[in-house]
């Protein structure tokens, strides 16, 4: 698969997709796409995202009890449940789950407490794009 950032970006590149992030949660409109995402994320990582090192994130424990896939399943490709509250969570790969990663405060959001969940700490811009890479190549 290609991907939008073969090579390390330079240093201006975090300032740059940081600066894309928030442009894009300050609009107020909340439209942006998963790619427009994760070019941000790869920016602000200044590092290529990697689907393979996104897949592994996703479904390691990162010595907590729960991976990602504990409530959003492999593959995330259909409606997954939550570990705990056993809730409905709508397939998380953007291909299968109209809206997801379209609104960058909600996905913001959402990686703050998931990450919290599975890692114990805020996951990092290149985790967040290595994960959103992974996503990406999950098609029908």
């Known amino acids: 698969m290609n991907h939008p950032f073969p090579e390390p970006l330079p240093a201006a590149g975090r300032a740059a997709g940081a600066l894309l992030l928030a442009a894009l949660a300050a609009s107020g409109a909340g ?14 990582a ?3 995202p990697s689907p393979a090192r996104g897949q592994q994130f996703f479904g390691a424990t990162h010595g907590r009890e729960w991976s990602c896939a504990s409530c959003h399943g492999v593959p995330p490709t259909a409606d ?12 998380l790969a953007p291909a299968f789950g109209a809206g997801r990663f379209t609104d960058p405060a909600r996905v913001e959001k959402w990686f703050r407490r998931n990450c919290n969940d599975v ?8 985790e967040k794009a290595d994960v959103l890479s992974w996503l990406l ?3 029908p």
């Open 119 to 126: 890692a114990g700490r805020e996951c990092s811009a290149g």
């Open 31 to 44: 439209a942006a796409t998963p790619q427009e995402l994760l070019a941000g994320y790869a920016a602000e």
């Open 137 to 139: 190549t999950l098609k």
């Open 80 to 91: 997954g449940k939550h570990a705990s509250t056993g809730k409905r969570i709508a397939a």
């Open 46 to 48: 200044r590092a290529a």
